[in-house]
């Protein structure tokens, strides 16, 4: 840890002495140079030195700032994060305190809080300021002379601000307090608890946590005085498993703990071995300690404690967590409440971990309470951007309208009055990032736009904005609301592209030719764009499918008159159908090379005025999604080619390695259950076999092959091109070999530094230096890794949001009611039951063919099914229900039965769906019940057909190559190859394009 360069008149070498331990464990005296200046900057809006502060500063407006000592870091870093605690300086020694004693997790943790403009904290390096360092006297422990170093730091603090501001020195040392408690004026040490009564009074949360936090501290201490025989034996000292690592004496690894028999089956993933091997753990290095979500016992099982209870055992919402041993006062208000818990030791003798309440969530089940702890087990943070960030925003009121900058204007290509540019997104959607414009050029080539917005402009390098847009990295998106990753001033407003409003942009321009749409030439740059209309998907398909009557839902043409209307219903029609084409042949290219077609499953929730839940709509699929998200792949690649050759060893790509053969084998086994091949050695011969894997009787059965499929796939990641080798790049899914993400810079993070890379590559061009700095291969490698585990959290928590709507929607249903009976596919056989999809809900869930009785099911002549005794025999395609009384019925893969819905509540955990098999047959649907069909599955057809003329006519153009030109073809002038055969495909292409159209 250094302080940032500055140009200092003085500087002074001296020498620090550290004691460190050898791979065999012997103490190693090492010594060091250490430098001293006098410029460190002091981080303060107070400076009377004129200091070179850069970035975040302590405000003059607090009335004291306060400096912790290592101790109280290393114990109340979590009170220190309360945003209420401002002017807080972190000295250099206390952090490395930390850093070398709490670990690497808790470190990144006050790294983080210091970055964080939410809070008024900052970092002064004392160790490396000519008047504030001491060094370490002879015979002086490690603990007394940090806490001496951070008084006279403190002493320095003060004085260097010239008793503008009053400094409080919080520790838990009590000689330290004796000591220099009244040594200077204008400075004072007191304990971390007095500090709090007297400074924060009102804090009751605050206080609260000091106590569960020294609480459970003495009864970890007790608990190591009281122990004598142990049942197992203490773990080794971490010098001794550094050392016997290094010597190859001990492996090191991960534990990981199965989810569903986290007290009886674990294994570590070790480093380097890939074959299984027996051990014994003899220590822990690191332990993934973090906030965990638990549920607070109810009355009844705290009064068997007595009736003033201080030892509470809770039960985490993991599953694989163990119950957790907490000590507090307030049993009586936090009975069946979600709290957040801090793990803070596991004894090894004991079955359960020590920790600490922290917060109360809510009351266990209702909404807020279970999205909060959705959040808070993905660690994401949804709190309000601060007012440091609000102030770098620009301003759009109607007294002060933002306006185009007229030097930005110059700087700039302006596409307002030659292009028509128009959004396509989802209903209710406010943070557009996306345009697309096509029109025919005088040569009648077309030109293909794709139009981004250029979010860069408004959020610089290293500002606060920025900084918290890398650390959220992502918006996320629950099934009802979304956490944007940058203030709303932006992702709904000046950066979104809404209709008939200037914006900045970034656009990608293609000339594509006008017969087989390749790629004449491309053009990147900042654009200056007004998109004429905003369209949701169902307009836009409606309009592809010549239905005129949404012109009422397109806003931007109320109040034009009818004939307006048409003229410009005319122009986007045929801009919708020219890029659907397109897209159609981008589409048909990349599948020639492999590119998948894969089932996702998601799931809208329809809330009424209340907010209440009034139905699940599973998202149906158009031809008009895949138009825009085509035309979106397209420029990614051509984004990612673009950096890739200007930037080679600094680029953000994202690459999707092949999946591993044996993730398929039940996509392989359910598949030739119902007489399909699916050839995996490729991701042409699996894109090819789930074509052709169709049944014309059930479309069901090839969307769960694909949804399979997709399950099998290993998860796309973002990386820098410097830390892989190009055969690395590779996109398995898109058969691509180089893609990134640079359509979507309001909601990702890694696209805006895609953008900042295309930026740079253009000045590369222009042999211009880039406006930003650029990060560094190891900086990018290490970004990227913050913004796939980010990415992960932010998938997981939509997927547990979609769980818990769809949870919510049956609690309290009567199992009668005809929206808890539903039609149900079986996919998956297991031991004592089956794996159900319903597609009418899009749910996965399991069915039980023997209940905890131990009776299976039976069925009668009609259908219906009951529980009976009897055995349950599993085969590889089906299982077998038999009862004693002789009875069978068998369940197969791809069976449709009728299920039962409805909601299985867990006071602990969060609740799940519950199938019950009510008949053996399909479910036949009522007239009640509202269709959810799928539409335009001809397009599909269209599609391959498209595909089938592209891959005749490559074939043609190969043999084409390989046959030599006659005497005859020279002298009549002829072009090469089987020229009337190319014309004749030409003519094919261009007459199925002619019958698509209207």
């Known amino acids: 840890m250094a302080p940032p360069l500055v140009y200092d008149s003085v500087m002074i070498k001296t020498e620090k002495v550290l004691h460190l331990r050898s791979c065999k464990g012997k103490s190693v005296r090492v010594v060091r140079e250490h430098y001293l200046r006098q410029s460190v900057p002091c981080n303060s809006s107070l400076c009377q030195?004129?200091?070179?502060?850069?970035?975040?500063?302590l405000s003059e407006s607090a009335t004291h700032y306060v400096i912790p000592d290592w101790k109280v870091v290393q114990d109340y870093l979590e009170i220190l994060e309360f945003p209420e605690l401002r002017g807080i300086v972190f000295m250099q020694t206390a952090c490395q305190a930390v850093q070398h004693q709490k670990g690497r997790r808790h470190y990144n943790k006050l790294r983080n809080l210091l970055k964080d403009a939410r809070h008024e904290c900052v970092l002064f390096f004392n160790e490396f300021q000519l008047y504030s360092y001491v060094p370490r006297d002879q015979g002086e422990s490690l603990e007394k002379w940090q806490t001496r170093c951070i008084y006279y730091a403190t002493v320095w603090y003060y004085n260097h601000l010239a008793g503008l501001m009053p400094v409080v020195m919080v520790t838990e040392d009590p000689e330290a307090i004796q000591k220099y408690g009244s040594e200077t004026d204008g400075v004072f040490v007191v304990s971390f608890k007095s500090y709090l009564e007297n400074f924060w009074p009102d804090l009751e949360a605050v206080h609260q946590l000091y106590d569960s936090i020294v609480q459970s501290r003495k009864e970890r201490e007790s608990e190591n005085q009281e122990k004598n025989g142990k049942e197992y034996s203490e773990h080794l000292p971490l010098e001794i498993l550094e050392a016997g690592i290094k010597s190859g004496r001990y492996v090191q690894g991960v534990l990981n703990v199965n989810k569903h028999r986290s007290q009886l089956e674990a294994f570590v993933r070790t480093q380097?071995?890939?074959?299984?091997?027996?051990?014994?753990?003899?220590?822990?290095?690191?332990?993934?300690?973090?906030?965990?979500v638990a549920s607070f016992p109810p009355k009844e099982d705290i009064q068997s404690q007595g009736k003033n209870v201080r030892k509470i055992l809770v039960t985490p919402w993991d599953y694989r967590i163990p119950r957790i041993r907490i000590s507090t006062q307030q049993a009586e208000s936090l009975q069946n409440c979600r709290i957040i818990v801090r793990i803070d030791s596991w004894d090894s003798t004991s079955l359960y971990p020590n920790g600490h309440f922290v917060k109360v969530l809510g009351r266990a089940g209702d909404l807020e309470t279970e999205i909060a702890a959705i959040l808070v087990?993905?660690?994401?943070?949804?709190?309000?951007?601060?007012?440091a960030q609000l102030r770098e925003m620009p301003v759009n009121t109607p007294e002060n309208p933002w306006k185009v900058d007229t030097e930005e204007q110059a700087q700039r290509v302006d596409l307002r009055n030659t292009h028509l540019v128009f959004s396509i997104d989802p209903k209710g959607c406010e943070d557009v990032d996306d345009a697309l414009s096509v029109r025919r050029l005088a040569n009648d080539n077309l030109e293909l736009g794709v139009h981004i917005a250029d979010v860069t402009h408004f959020v610089k390098f290293n500002s606060y904005t920025d900084l918290e847009a890398r650390s959220r990295a992502t918006?996320?998106?629950?099934?009802?609301?979304?956490?944007?990753?940058?203030?709303?001033?932006?992702?709904?407003?000046?950066?979104?592209l809404l209709g008939g409003a200037d914006r900045y942009a970034v656009s990608v321009l293609w000339e594509l030719d006008k017969t087989n749409y390749e790629v004449v030439k491309v053009w990147f740059g900042r654009t200056i764009i007004k998109s004429a209309y905003k369209m949701y998907y169902e307009a836009a398909q409606a309009l592809l499918d010549g239905e005129l009557r949404v012109m009422d839902d397109i806003p931007e043409l109320k109040g034009r008159e009818e004939k307006d209307k048409h003229r410009i219903l005319n122009d986007l029609i045929w801009a919708i159908e020219k890029l659907t084409d397109i897209a159609r042949h981008i589409r048909a290219k990349r599948a020639l090379g492999g590119a998948l077609e894969l089932e996702g499953i998601e799931l809208r929730v329809q809330l009424d005025e209340k907010k209440n839940i009034s139905d699940l709509v599973p998202k149906q699929p158009l031809e008009v999604h895949q138009t825009v998200a085509e035309c979106m792949i397209l420029a990614n690649h051509w984004v990612a080619k673009k950096i890739t050759e200007n930037l080679p060893h600094q680029a953000l790509l994202r690459r999707h390695p092949p999946p591993q053969q044996e993730f398929f084998t039940e996509l392989i086994d359910c598949a030739k259950a119902k007489g399909f091949k699916i050839d995996t050695r490729s991701n042409k011969a699996l894109a090819d076999s789930l074509d052709m894997a169709e049944d014309p009787d059930d479309p069901e059965v090839n969307k769960l092959l694909r949804s399979m499929a997709t399950q099998a796939m290993s998860n796309a990641l973002y990386f820098s091109t410097g830390s892989c080798t190009e055969d690395e790049y590779y996109h398995y899914g898109l058969a691509l070999e180089k893609y990134t993400h640079f359509t979507s810079p309001i909601r990702r993070y890694a696209d805006i530094v895609v953008h900042r890379l295309l930026m740079a590559a253009i000045k590369k061009d222009e042999k211009l230096e880039p406006e930003d700095s650029l990060l560094s291969n190891k900086a990018l490698t290490e970004l990227c890794q913050h913004i796939n585990n980010?990415?992960?959290?932010?998938?997981?928590?939509?997927?547990?949001?979609?769980?818990?709507?769809?949870?919510?929607?049956?609690?309290?249903?009567?199992?009668?009611?005809?929206?808890?009976?539903?039609?149900?596919?079986?996919?998956?056989?297991?031991?004592?039951?089956v794996l159900v999809f319903v597609p009418r809900y899009s749910i996965k869930a399991p069915a039980f063919l023997k209940n905890k009785e131990g009776l299976v099911i039976s069925a009668h002549p009609d259908g219906s099914c009951v529980w009976k005794p009897g055995f349950l025999k599993r085969l590889r395609d089906k299982i077998i229900s038999t009862t004693v009384d002789g009875g069978s019925v068998t369940f197969s893969l791809f069976d449709h039965i009728t299920v039962r819905i409805s909601e299985l509540s867990s006071r602990s955990h969060p609740d799940s769906i519950k199938l019950d098999i009510i008949n053996n047959q399909p479910y036949s649907r009522t007239n009640t019940e509202p269709m959810h069909e799928p539409s335009h599955s001809s397009k599909t057809d269209l599609i391959r057909d498209v595909i089938r003329s592209v891959e005749e006519a490559q074939l043609a153009q190969e043999h084409a190559k390989s046959t030599s030109v006659r005497d005859e073809d020279k002298e009549y002038c002829q072009t090469k190859g089987n020229s009337l055969y190319l014309l004749l495909e030409e003519i094919k292409e261009l007459a199925l394009l002619d019958v698509t159209v209207g």
């Open 49 to 57: 030195a004129e200091c070179h502060n850069e970035g975040k500063l």
């Open 475 to 496: 918006t996320c998106y629950l099934a009802d609301r979304r956490y944007d990753m940058l203030p709303s001033i932006l992702s709904a407003d000046l950066c979104s």
């Open 790 to 833: 980010k990415n992960r959290a932010a998938q997981c928590v939509q997927k547990q949001s979609i769980e818990l709507f769809q949870c919510m929607y049956f609690k309290d249903k009567d199992p009668s009611d005809e929206r808890c009976i539903a039609d149900g596919i079986i996919y998956s056989i297991r031991a004592n039951g």
């Open 377 to 387: 087990e993905n660690s994401i943070s949804v709190s309000p951007f601060s007012e």
């Open 272 to 292: 380097g071995f890939t074959n299984k091997k027996s051990g014994k753990v003899v220590g822990i290095i690191q332990r993934n300690w973090r906030d965990y």
